[in-house]
């Protein structure tokens, strides 16, 4: 009969082979454990990335290093050689309430994820990190300030002039606003916002985020400000139908129709709408009020207008629908008040882009031209500025005396 086993001496080699095979499987399972970190890799970083970055934050900061040290090291590394979105998926890594890392990695995400031109995301960690830094009350000021300021410049680009009041108003509260923050604060629809570095960064901000109605919204606006009606239309028209609950969305296609003077349309989609709530678009309440004019209903559109008034009191074109609200309602001296007001409010508008961060004269003259227009808070929001420029351009001028 043939031999179904091996001799005695070949079945010692083989245990002996596999006795070695299952030692060294067994170091290699022990160094792939030790050499990699606890739980899933963003994409990018590799188990050999991770143990770098440990040995070397050990190395630098004489201490173990903690999940969250590695990935903020790792994130900062990404940002030297400008690896944005590693840098991006290596701060989201680390959660908000981190005692040491949470709150500044939402502020870094926020910036490398602006840098990627990533609005929406960005918005969101801007205003994570804001509310984290106003609970724990630990922040350094300067990346308080500068967080609501870039959060202050997406809602401009996007035209979300409501959403950024607020932002804005929490900066003057901090004492950290200068001029533009006051102009944007005080005159949001006196500040001429059509330009072409908006519009640039708009689209900018559409290629990384083509689906995002939001942006789209913002893009049918500076559409219909150009005199592209069509374009406009068919863009607004869409997210109409596929957004109905949204109604920036169906402001912006109002303005659209009612600029483009198709009535018809405007009075039917209005009409479609629900009605007035506070904290709806100042777009929305607006065209609301020239609809009530269309209709002949002047008391409603008189309310319609002093609400947004209420909210954005330099808004011009309010103003002038005061005036013809008025008008209808055989009130002169009224209607010689808000005639009066959009004269002056119409010379601000000129004058805002002589008024910047060194010219005490200026900001003197608006305060007083805001006196004028029954703006009392932006008159002492600009005299304050003015003050500050004069003191600060005394001491220049002590310190260069002999």
């Given amino acids: 009969m043939p031999r179904t086993t091996a001799p005695k001496s070949a079945r010692r080699r083989i245990g002996s082979w596999a006795a070695a095979l299952i030692f060294g499987a067994g170091v290699a399972g022990a160094g792939a454990w030790w050499f990699s970190p606890a739980g899933a890799l963003p994409e990018g970083v590799t188990p050999a990335d991770y143990h770098t970055a440990t040995r ?14 590695v990935f903020s090291f ?25 005692p040491r890392y949470g709150r500044s990695a939402r502020l870094q995400q926020a910036q490398v994820l602006l840098r990627l031109n990533r609005a929406y995301a ?33 809602l401009s680009v996007e035209l979300r002039f409501e959403d950024r009041k607020p932002v804005l108003a ?25 330009s072409p570095a908006g519009r640039r960064r708009l689209m900018e901000f559409l290629k990384a985020d083509p689906a995002n109605p939001q942006l789209r919204c913002a893009q049918g606006r500076y559409l219909t400000a150009d005199g592209q009606f069509d374009a406009a239309r068919a863009l607004l028209e869409e997210l109409f139908r596929q957004f109905p609950p949204r109604l920036d969305c169906a ?22 709408l629900p009605g007035y709530a506070a904290g709806e678009p100042w777009l929305l309440t607006r065209l609301r009020g020239e609809l009530a004019m269309q209709l002949g209903q002047a008391e409603q559109a008189l ?11 330099a808004n011009p074109l309010c103003q002038m629908g005061l005036s013809r609200a008025w008008a209808a309602l ?15 409010l119409s010379r ?35 005299r304050r500025h003015a003050l500050q420029f004069r003191s600060a351009s005394e001491s220049v001028t002590d310190h260069e005396q002999p």
Avoid at 308 to 313: E, G, N, R, T, Y
Wanted: net charge negative.
């Fill in 56 to 69: 070397q934050f050990e190395r630098i900061n004489h201490r173990s290093a903690a999940r969250n040290d």
């Fill in 74 to 98: 790792l994130g900062e590394q990404a940002v030297t050689v400008e690896r944005l979105a590693l840098a991006a998926d290596c701060f989201a890594e680390i959660p908000s309430d981190d």
């Fill in 122 to 154: 960005a918005e969101q960690n801007f205003r994570e990190f804001l509310t984290l830094a106003a609970a724990e009350r630990a922040a350094e000021p300067a990346h308080i300030a500068a967080a609501a300021r870039w959060l202050s410049y997406i």
């Fill in 170 to 194: 929490a900066m003057h509260r901090r004492g950290q606003a200068d001029m533009l923050d006051s102009k944007q604060y005080h005159f949001p629809s006196l500040l001429i916002w059509n």
């Fill in 251 to 272: 402001a912006a296609l109002l303005e659209c129709l009612f600029e483009s003077h198709d009535l018809p349309e405007f009075t039917k989609v209005a009409q479609t």
């Fill in 303 to 313: 309310a319609y207008f002093q609400h947004v008034l209420a909210a954005d009191p």
């Fill in 330 to 344: 055989h009130r002169p001296a009224e209607r010689a008040q808000a005639l009066n007001r959009s004269l002056v």
């Fill in 348 to 382: 601000i508008r000129v004058g805002l882009v002589k008024v910047n961060d060194n010219t005490y004269k200026s900001a003197a003259e608006l305060a007083a031209e805001c006196d004028q227009a029954g703006l009392s808070e932006a008159a002492e929001t600009f």
